[in-house]
């Protein structure tokens, strides 16, 4: 089984670049949705020569908007949800650049949300005017960084088979921020496994984080 959802990760000069992205639809499969969207972020790194997450992701939206030949009357709404993040390691600054999945960063025992902007990677031929917002953070020492897809939140589970939902989501994160890498993978593991008890996984999960030190 391939994953529809799919991290990214390149470095370009004094810069690191991370994403996560999340293939959405059913008239495209996961797996052939990570090939395009991996080789397009690629393409736009180097055609941008380093550019913003805000101007790769408005190439990728091109990109993939062009290559499933979308048009204003498709019905299939395949396209992919995305968190991008760039780290310049010479200044401590973090860009943003987000596709419905939002950039979240634990700060003094609080959890810092930077909203992503609400269109979809795919919908470029429906909407060509429309440019991704690029934010800007200062990263102090000791902060959490996450990015992920929607599936850990969406989760059915619990004593009334809801869904997980972001602020418990928000919640677990804060709760494990100060543990190393390996037990906060741990711990988000066994609390899903928890949470859905008997219950089929819904959808992909993807979860990743990092402590700027």
């Known amino acids: 089984m391939v994953s529809g959802d799919f991290y990214w990760f390149e470095r370009y000069g004094n810069k690191s670049y991370l994403a996560a ?88 025992h609080e959890v810092l949300k930077i909203n992503a902007d609400k269109f979809p990677i795919g919908s470029y031929h429906e909407n060509p005017n429309l440019h991704y917002s690029n934010h800007q953070i200062e990263l102090q020492k000791g902060d959490s960084v996450y990015i992920f897809s929607d599936g850990y939140a969406d989760q059915f589970g619990g004593p009334k088979g809801k869904k997980l939902m972001y602020k418990r989501f928000r919640d677990i994160l804060l709760e494990i921020s100060d543990l190393s890498a390996d037990e906060q993978q741990k711990r988000l593991l066994d609390y ?14 993807l979860v990743m984080g990092f402590k700027y030190a």
């Open 21 to 108: 992205v999340d293939c959405t639809g059913h008239g495209v499969p996961g797996a052939f949705m990570s090939i395009i969207g991996y080789n397009i972020l690629n393409y736009a790194l180097s055609s941008t020569k380093g550019g913003s997450p805000a101007q790769i992701l408005d190439m990728l939206n091109k990109g993939v908007s062009n290559t499933l030949h979308k048009t204003s009357n498709t019905e299939t709404k395949d396209g992919m949800d995305v968190a991008l993040i760039t780290i310049h390691h010479d200044t401590n600054i973090l860009e943003y650049a987000g596709a419905y999945n939002p950039l979240y960063i634990v700060r003094n």
């Open 192 to 205: 899903l496994l928890d949470w859905k008890g008997s219950l089929e996984q819904v959808d992909d999960i």
